[in-house]
């Protein structure tokens, strides 16, 4: 599985941005994509997620009304629109699919490389 991020970047507080990931992903079966981020010294935390069961989002609280998380299942592609973006949303943001691999039937987490993005105030 490869996935590919775009978007990030540097913002003003109050500004917006959106991400894209892209997954490759050859006999591999998804059920979930979503995002992380990631600030220096701390864990990794959920961002959004997108899961296949109902076409739920699931949203961090910190982000909810202002993050919104979209898939386009044909291209493989999430998207993530970011408004109202605050100092404390600078991080290094990952894509992330959870799925089940065909070659072995077990399920794993994939990661983008991730992108950052930069809230100045």
């Known amino acids: 599985v490869q996935l590919v991020e775009s978007g990030g970047g540097l913002v003003q507080a109050g500004g917006s941005l959106r991400l894209s990931c892209t997954a490759s992903?050859?006999?591999?079966?998804?059920?979930?994509m979503g995002w992380f981020r990631q600030t220096p010294g701390k864990q990794r935390e959920l961002v959004a997620r997108?899961?296949?069961?109902?076409?739920?989002?699931n949203y961090a609280d910190s982000v909810k009304g202002r993050f919104t998380s979209s898939r386009d299942n044909a291209k493989n592609t999430m998207y993530l629109q970011m408004n109202s973006l605050k100092p404390e949303d600078t991080a290094v943001y990952y894509c992330?699919?959870?799925?089940?691999?065909?070659?072995?039937?077990?399920?794993?987490?994939?990661w983008g490389q991730g992108t950052k993005v930069t809230v100045s105030s």
């Open positions: 992330n699919v959870r799925g089940v691999e065909h070659s072995d039937s077990r399920w794993y987490d994939h």
């Open positions: 997108i899961t296949n069961s109902g076409g739920r989002t």
């Open positions: 992903t050859m006999r591999f079966s998804i059920n979930a």
